[in-house]
Protein backbone atom coordinates (compact mmCIF):
# COMPACT_ATOMS: atom_id res chain seq x y z
CA UNK A 1 0.00 0.00 0.00
CA UNK A 2 1.21 3.38 -1.01
CA UNK A 3 1.71 6.30 1.31
CA UNK A 4 -0.62 9.36 0.71
CA UNK A 5 1.66 12.02 0.12
CA UNK A 6 1.59 15.04 2.85
CA UNK A 7 1.18 17.71 0.26
CA UNK A 8 0.06 18.21 -3.45
CA UNK A 9 -0.05 19.96 -6.67
CA UNK A 10 -3.99 21.43 -7.44
CA UNK A 11 -5.04 21.68 -11.36
CA UNK A 12 -7.83 23.74 -11.52
CA UNK A 13 -9.14 23.73 -14.97
CA UNK A 14 -12.62 23.24 -16.36
CA UNK A 15 -11.74 21.79 -19.92
CA UNK A 16 -11.49 18.01 -19.38
CA UNK A 17 -8.48 17.21 -22.16
CA UNK A 18 -5.89 20.19 -20.23
CA UNK A 19 -7.05 19.27 -16.64
CA UNK A 20 -6.27 15.41 -17.23
CA UNK A 21 -3.89 15.61 -19.80
CA UNK A 22 -2.04 18.18 -17.51
CA UNK A 23 -2.56 15.67 -14.50
CA UNK A 24 -1.19 12.36 -16.48
CA UNK A 25 1.98 14.43 -17.13
CA UNK A 26 2.73 15.68 -13.49
CA UNK A 27 1.78 12.62 -12.24
CA UNK A 28 4.21 10.94 -14.52
CA UNK A 29 7.26 13.56 -13.63
CA UNK A 30 6.39 12.21 -9.70
CA UNK A 31 3.89 15.19 -8.67
CA UNK A 32 0.96 14.25 -6.53
CA UNK A 33 -1.45 16.13 -8.12
CA UNK A 34 -5.58 16.83 -7.44
CA UNK A 35 -7.93 18.15 -9.99
CA UNK A 36 -10.57 20.34 -10.07
CA UNK A 37 -12.96 21.59 -12.99
CA UNK A 38 -13.71 25.09 -11.12
CA UNK A 39 -13.66 26.91 -7.95
CA UNK A 40 -16.30 25.06 -5.79
CA UNK A 41 -14.57 21.74 -6.82
CA UNK A 42 -11.25 23.56 -6.07
CA UNK A 43 -12.18 24.79 -2.23
CA UNK A 44 -13.35 20.88 -1.40
CA UNK A 45 -9.66 19.85 -2.78
CA UNK A 46 -8.44 22.87 -0.35
CA UNK A 47 -10.10 21.99 2.44
CA UNK A 48 -9.61 18.09 2.26
CA UNK A 49 -5.90 18.08 1.36
CA UNK A 50 -2.59 19.83 2.12
CA UNK A 51 -1.95 22.03 -1.08
CA UNK A 52 1.35 23.86 -1.39
CA UNK A 53 1.00 24.60 -5.33
CA UNK A 54 -2.31 25.96 -7.58
CA UNK A 55 -2.38 26.11 -11.18
CA UNK A 56 -5.51 27.62 -11.87
CA UNK A 57 -7.37 28.76 -15.29
CA UNK A 58 -8.08 31.88 -14.65
CA UNK A 59 -11.82 31.82 -16.68
CA UNK A 60 -14.25 29.25 -15.80
CA UNK A 61 -17.93 28.94 -15.87
CA UNK A 62 -18.50 28.21 -11.95
CA UNK A 63 -16.78 30.49 -9.80
CA UNK A 64 -13.83 31.75 -12.51
CA UNK A 65 -12.36 35.18 -13.19
CA UNK A 66 -12.06 37.77 -10.90
CA UNK A 67 -14.08 36.62 -7.60
CA UNK A 68 -11.97 33.23 -8.11
CA UNK A 69 -8.57 35.45 -8.31
CA UNK A 70 -9.76 37.26 -5.53
CA UNK A 71 -10.63 34.58 -3.31
CA UNK A 72 -7.38 32.93 -3.96
CA UNK A 73 -5.60 36.16 -2.63
CA UNK A 74 -7.15 36.99 0.62
CA UNK A 75 -7.74 33.30 1.25
CA UNK A 76 -4.71 31.31 -0.36
CA UNK A 77 -2.11 34.15 0.12
CA UNK A 78 0.23 30.92 1.65
CA UNK A 79 0.19 29.16 -1.43
CA UNK A 80 2.09 28.95 -4.46
CA UNK A 81 -0.26 30.15 -6.83
CA UNK A 82 -0.02 30.41 -11.35
CA UNK A 83 -3.06 31.11 -13.58
CA UNK A 84 -3.12 29.74 -16.92
CA UNK A 85 -5.03 31.69 -19.50
CA UNK A 86 -6.32 32.28 -22.88
CA UNK A 87 -7.95 35.49 -21.94
CA UNK A 88 -6.08 37.29 -20.05
CA UNK A 89 -3.45 39.93 -21.43
CA UNK A 90 -0.14 41.66 -19.73
CA UNK A 91 -1.60 44.88 -18.83
CA UNK A 92 -4.47 42.93 -17.01
CA UNK A 93 -3.26 43.57 -12.54
CA UNK A 94 -3.54 40.08 -11.70
CA UNK A 95 -1.49 39.58 -8.23
CA UNK A 96 0.12 35.70 -9.75
CA UNK A 97 2.49 34.17 -12.19
CA UNK A 98 0.04 34.13 -15.20
CA UNK A 99 1.17 31.69 -17.43
CA UNK A 100 -0.56 32.28 -21.29
CA UNK A 101 -2.22 29.36 -23.21
CA UNK A 102 -1.73 27.61 -25.02
CA UNK A 103 1.72 26.84 -22.89
CA UNK A 104 4.53 23.77 -22.88
CA UNK A 105 3.42 21.85 -20.23
CA UNK A 106 7.48 21.26 -19.92
CA UNK A 107 7.39 24.62 -19.03
CA UNK A 108 5.04 24.46 -16.59
CA UNK A 109 6.31 21.15 -15.05
CA UNK A 110 10.08 23.32 -14.43
CA UNK A 111 7.97 26.22 -12.63
CA UNK A 112 6.17 23.43 -10.62
CA UNK A 113 9.33 22.23 -9.64
CA UNK A 114 10.89 25.08 -8.58
CA UNK A 115 7.92 26.28 -6.46
CA UNK A 116 7.54 22.13 -5.25
CA UNK A 117 10.53 20.65 -4.95
CA UNK A 118 10.30 16.62 -4.88
CA UNK A 119 13.24 16.02 -2.96
Known sequence: MSEKPDKYVLIVEDE?????????????????VLVASDGVGAIKQLLDH????????YRMDVFGGEYWVKFLHKYCHTKKIIITSGFLRPEFSIPFE?????????ELAGRIE??????
Request: aromatic share 16%; no cysteine; glycine share 2%.
Open 16 to 32: DAIRLTLRDYLQNRGFP
Open 50 to 57: NVEVIISD
Open 98 to 106: VLYKPFDYH
Open 114 to 119: ELFPLS
